[in-house]
């Protein structure tokens, strides 16, 4: 019987890679997704994924989106906790909305897709949880006060909960991104690109998406047992952790 994986966030950008890429290793995937209905209606027309719309920063809408996973495909053994948002603002100017919103949706989303599956996993003596972090949680950004804080905030939870479930066959794993080629970072104008943001990169290109997906696929498979509490930073040597 195939792994099931859940992808938050997995209708788009690097989590669709994330979707696609772990059906091509052979799990039975679902992908979670916010409100954008018609990428995710073209993504399931694309994959044959299927597709649950809730929001990770709702405990009560998040237990109930993994319920009707489970419902569909059944017990859930991998989680990419992969969904994020940024709301970039000077921190002397960042309003508590900015704030709250990003530790919402990118850390306390951590609480509310782990903490109703953990049990299962437990219980079931196996589990993969990668969680997808940044560069800038990393190593902080200017403009980003939120966004480095929740993204720095993952890998201590990260690192706790992978003590808690070591000897239970669950591994939980971080992986930091650096800039990827997805549409946000593609509509950066190709001077500023060229300018600033390559210099910054040693292998002196962007990430593909797909290749945050490989990483994912290796941590979520069952080869992968002896690799937990750890971040993988992919972002062609600009930031060594
Ligand atoms: P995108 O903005 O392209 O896609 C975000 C996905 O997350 C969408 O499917 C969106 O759903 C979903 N989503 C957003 N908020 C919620 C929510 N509250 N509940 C459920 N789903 C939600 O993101 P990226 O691919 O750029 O980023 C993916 C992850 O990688 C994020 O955690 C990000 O912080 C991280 N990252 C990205 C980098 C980059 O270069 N792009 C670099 C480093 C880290 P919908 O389509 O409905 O809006």
Known sequence: MARVALVTGGTRGIGAAISKGLKEAGFNVAA????????ANAFKAETGIPVFKFDVADPAGAEEGIKAVEAALGPIDVL???AGITRDKMF??????????VIRTNLDSM???TRPLIEGMQSRGFGRIV?????????GQAGQANYSAAKAGVVGFAKALAQEN???????????PGYIATEM????????????ILPQIPVGRLGEAEEIARAVAFLA???????????????GGQYMA
């Open 32 to 39: 979670n997704y916010a409100g954008n209905d018609e990428a």
């Open 80 to 82: 990419v906790n992969n």
């Open 92 to 101: 002397h100017r960042m309003t508590w909305e900015q704030w709250s919103q």
């Open 111 to 113: 609480f509310t897709m």
């Open 131 to 139: 969680i997808i972090s940044s560069i800038n949680g990393q190593k």
């Open 166 to 176: 070591a000897a239970k066959g669950i591994t939980v794993n971080v992986i930091a």
């Open 185 to 196: 970072v593609k509509a950066v104008p190709e001077d500023v690109l060229k300018s600033k």
């Open 221 to 235: 498979s069952d080869e992968a047992g002896f690799i937990t509490g750890s971040t993988l930073s992919i972002n």
